[in-house]
């Protein structure tokens, strides 16, 4: 059953505005460099504990760009299912919910 799950939610997808995209594009890239500076550190012997903070600051901006992401699905998405009376999509939110809960 969860494979039917995965095909049906690989067919959706999100049309997002091209600000939107930009910004989204903009947060990833910030994302990578952070872990370009982790890469040299290492490369660079950097004290474990300076390379730890880098990683947790890392961490903390993929949480930030997942709630973005995530705000915005409730506000669109979720939202446009729910009106055309797609309650299943309750399921699917319940979901991301205990993924996100996880960590």
């Known amino acids: 059953m969860e494979n039917n799950k995965c095909d049906k939610c690989c067919d959706k997808k999100t049309h997002r505005?091209?600000?939107e995209k930009k910004l989204l594009n903009n947060?990833?890239?910030?994302?990578?460099?952070?872990?370009?500076?982790?890469?040299?550190m290492i490369s660079e012997d950097a004290?474990?504990?300076d390379?730890?903070?880098?990683?947790?600051?890392i961490e903390n901006s993929v949480k930030s760009?997942?709630?973005?992401?995530?705000?915005?699905h409730l506000y669109t998405c979720i939202a446009r299912d729910m009106e055309n009376?797609?309650?299943?999509t309750i399921d699917e939110i319940i979901s991301l919910f205990k993924r996100f809960n996880k960590r």
Do not use: P, T
């Open 17 to 19: 505005a091209e600000n």
């Open 27 to 40: 947060r990833l890239s910030r994302i990578e460099g952070q872990i370009k500076g982790v890469r040299k």
């Open 47 to 49: 004290y474990c504990n």
């Open 51 to 57: 390379v730890l903070i880098q990683l947790s600051a």
């Open 85 to 88: 009376g797609k309650v299943d």
């Open 65 to 72: 760009l997942s709630n973005q992401v995530l705000e915005n």
